[in-house]
């Protein structure tokens, strides 16, 4: 199903990659072989876009290989414009393997190739001043020039008043200190309408140990609403100018898989305030998203995860 020729489109920026998933049980020591996967977390936002059936572009960088060519051949399939995903002969596409520990935990060790060679030309093709909202991760601030591109994109979304959604994704390995993640992401915190982090995010970024302290940190940048999330215990809404912290409880679900949860939310979150023309979020939005994410953790994997419209729409009208 088309999506809907209203809106204006999400421009989701940032990292795109294959993923390689050990088997349970196995890490990269012992794995012999590994499941293909597409992945990078703004690319998933525009996939759930498309799903929810929102307008979605994405700009990214790919290597020119059999990979980069499996990465857009997906992203055309699922509805997304592909018009500023560039492929590159300077280095193959980027990779990251996943396992889990002994505690079930997901493990990542990214090898950022051709996505970290995103520039200002590409933001500047991406059609940002056109756009309904903007997307970007913090993955792209840990390597140059990919960082240096996200701070263009912000000042492009600045000057023509283009709502931001910074979805704050910490992968540790990435950064080398504390200091230094919190420097890369200070310019994107400063300028996110909507920012959203779970609280190890927020721990990983100012020490926030809970969620009271994680809104706490994040009301320092001002961003228009900030949503923290923090897994099976819920999230925390609060918006600029309002003293009350808006608290929601999770939607009860069989959870298989968390991995593609995060997107899922950020997706519906995204689609519902750009249909209502970027006012305060309901507790009927914040559900809606949240029953995204609820939906996504039933199913294996991220993008075979992600929820599309009729399946989110059946979904609340079984558990409401």
Same mark, same amino acid.
């Given at each position: 199903?088309?999506?809907?020729?209203?809106?204006?489109?999400?421009?989701?920026?940032?990292?795109?990659?294959?993923?390689?998933?050990?088997?349970?049980?196995? %890490?990269?020591? @012992?794995?012999?072989?590994?499941?293909?996967?597409?992945?990078?977390?703004?690319?998933?936002?525009?996939?759930?876009?498309?799903?929810?059936?929102?307008?979605?572009?994405?700009?990214?960088?790919?290597?020119?290989?059999?990979?980069?060519?499996?990465?857009?051949? $997906? $992203?055309?399939?699922?509805?997304?414009?592909?018009?500023?995903?560039?492929?590159?002969?300077?280095?193959?596409?980027?990779?990251?393997?996943?396992?889990?520990?002994?505690?079930?935990?997901?493990?990542?060790?990214?090898?950022?190739?051709? /996505?970290?060679?995103?520039?200002?030309?590409?933001?500047?093709?991406?059609?940002?001043?056109?756009?309904?909202?903007?997307?970007?991760?913090?993955?792209?601030?840990?390597?140059?020039?990919?960082?240096?591109?996200?701070?263009?994109?912000?000042?492009?979304?600045?000057?023509?008043?283009?709502?931001?959604?910074?979805?704050?994704?910490?992968?540790?390995?990435?950064?080398? &200190?504390? &200091?230094?993640?919190?420097?890369?992401?200070?310019?994107? $915190?400063? !300028?996110? @309408?909507?920012?959203? $982090?779970?609280?190890?995010?927020?721990?990983?970024?100012?020490?926030?140990? @809970?969620?009271?302290?994680?809104?706490? !940190?994040?009301?320092?940048?001002?961003?228009?609403?900030?949503?923290? @999330?923090?897994?099976?215990?819920?999230?925390?809404?609060?918006?600029?100018?309002?003293?009350?912290?808006?608290?929601?409880?999770?939607?009860?679900?069989?959870?298989?898989?968390?991995?593609?949860?995060?997107?899922?939310?950020?997706?519906?979150?995204?689609?519902?305030?750009?249909?209502?023309?970027?006012?305060?979020? %309901?507790?009927?939005?914040?559900?809606?998203?949240?029953?995204?994410?609820?939906?996504?953790?039933?199913?294996?994997?991220?993008?075979?995860?992600?929820?599309?419209?009729?399946?989110?729409?059946?979904?609340?009208? /079984?558990?409401?």
């Amino acid at each position: 199903m088309a999506a809907s020729p209203s809106l204006a489109p999400v421009v989701c920026i940032g990292e795109i990659l294959i993923d390689l998933i050990a088997p349970p049980g196995e %890490s990269l020591a @012992t794995a012999q072989t590994f499941a293909i996967r597409e992945g990078g977390a703004p690319m998933n936002a525009a996939v759930a876009l498309a799903r929810l059936r929102m307008a979605a572009s994405f700009c990214g960088v790919v290597g020119d290989d059999p990979f980069g060519q499996r990465l857009r051949a $997906l $992203l055309e399939h699922e509805g997304v414009d592909c018009s500023a995903l560039r492929a590159t002969s300077e280095a193959p596409t980027s990779l990251a393997y996943a396992w889990r520990n002994e505690r079930g935990d997901g493990q990542f060790q990214l090898m950022r190739l051709a /996505d970290k060679l995103l520039s200002g030309d590409d933001v500047g093709n991406a059609g940002i001043a056109g756009a309904g909202a903007m997307l970007v991760g913090s993955v792209a601030l840990a390597a140059s020039p990919s960082r240096e591109a996200i701070y263009d994109a912000i000042e492009l979304a600045r000057e023509h008043d283009i709502p931001v959604m910074f979805d704050v994704n910490v992968r540790p390995p990435l950064w080398g &200190s504390q &200091s230094q993640l919190y420097a890369a992401c200070e310019p994107v $915190l400063q !300028h996110a @309408t909507l920012l959203k $982090l779970s609280l190890d995010d927020a721990r990983c970024l100012w020490g926030a140990e @809970t969620l009271a302290e994680a809104i706490s !940190h994040a009301g320092g940048h001002d961003p228009w609403l900030t949503v923290v @999330t923090d897994g099976s215990r819920g999230l925390v809404v609060k918006q600029r100018g309002l003293e009350a912290i808006r608290e929601f409880p999770v939607v009860a679900v069989e959870a298989v898989d968390p991995t593609g949860a995060g997107d899922a939310f950020t997706a519906a979150l995204v689609t519902r305030m750009a249909r209502s023309g970027w006012v305060l979020p %309901s507790d009927e939005d914040i559900r809606f998203a949240m029953a995204a994410g609820a939906l996504a953790t039933t199913r294996q994997g991220a993008l075979t995860a992600l929820p599309r419209l009729i399946e989110l729409e059946r979904f609340l009208a /079984d558990y409401g």
